[in-house]
């Protein structure tokens, strides 16, 4: 039996390892930046210097960042969790012309421009957005509600920005689930609410893994929903190393924040991995 040429695949495996060489490329060329010393007038100096991390580790205001986005973009995630497994089961259960037609609304959402899915959000919770002229038109209040330019405005805009990375993943966790295996449990004695924690939820945990990591990175680095939606009031992590890099062009500093928040995320998807790996039913 002849072995097969290695040759023919090359054309296929190129340009994905070119751009894997180039990813690392560019993550060396930051962690060197981050040992260099800051020479002033946006000039790097030559040496090894751990100053960029005592800066940035001895500034209780470049550390407020980071605690912000990490708590902002928890509680984020937990309520893009919830939102995102309804619309799933939702989906789950629909009929095919449901399903197409929510399936439909998320890939429109999904595939449109980050900055204008962001914009449209202004357009609703601004002063004269549609919420607050309902809300008064109802005369529920008397005068707008603040929802821009704070934190429940980039929250907000975090949560529906971001359910298309929760839902796609549940869904096909579910979608995964025989047919079968609900009618059997119910078969058994179980009740609808008993099956659905018992079985269906125990079948998801997968599903929900990878969409909890995804959407928390997402959101721990997002640059545009807070610099759209924060207003320069409550920026986040990634608008702190966007200023020092382009405004203040302190490239050391800035990439060590960079990876300093990239060591965080490598830890938080580790723990998670582990937290949902328990989770997991046993075969």
Known sequence: MRKASFWPIVPLVAPALAVVLFFFACLGVMVAYSFLPNAGMAQVGTGFTLANYGRFFG???????????????????????????????????????????????????????????????MLVLGRNGLINQVLMGLGVIDQPLKL??????VAIGMVLVSIPFMVFPIYSSLHAIPKNLEPAAQALGASPLRCF?????????????????????????????????????????????????????????????????LVISCVIVYGAQKAFGRLLPRR
């Open 197 to 261: 924690w018992s079985v269906i939820l125990p079948l998801t945990i997968p599903g929900i893994a990878a969409g909890v990591v995804i959407v928390y990175l997402f959101e721990v680095t997002a640059y545009i929903i807070p610099a759209l939606l924060g207003g320069g009031y409550y920026d986040m992590v990634a608008n702190l190393i966007y200023s020092k890099a382009m405004g203040a062009m302190d490239y050391p500093l800035s990439s060590a924040v960079a990876m300093t928040m």
């Open 148 to 153: 821009l330019f704070n934190e429940i405005g």
């Open 59 to 121: 500034n209780a205001f470049y550390l407020a960042y980071v605690s912000r986005s990490l708590v902002l973009s928890m509680y984020c995630t937990a309520v893009t969790l919830v939102l995102g497994y309804a619309v799933a089961y939702l989906m789950y259960r629909a009929t095919p012309r449901m399903l197409l037609l929510i399936s439909l609304v998320l890939i429109v959402q999904f595939f449109t421009a980050y900055v204008i899915r962001t914009y449209a959000i």
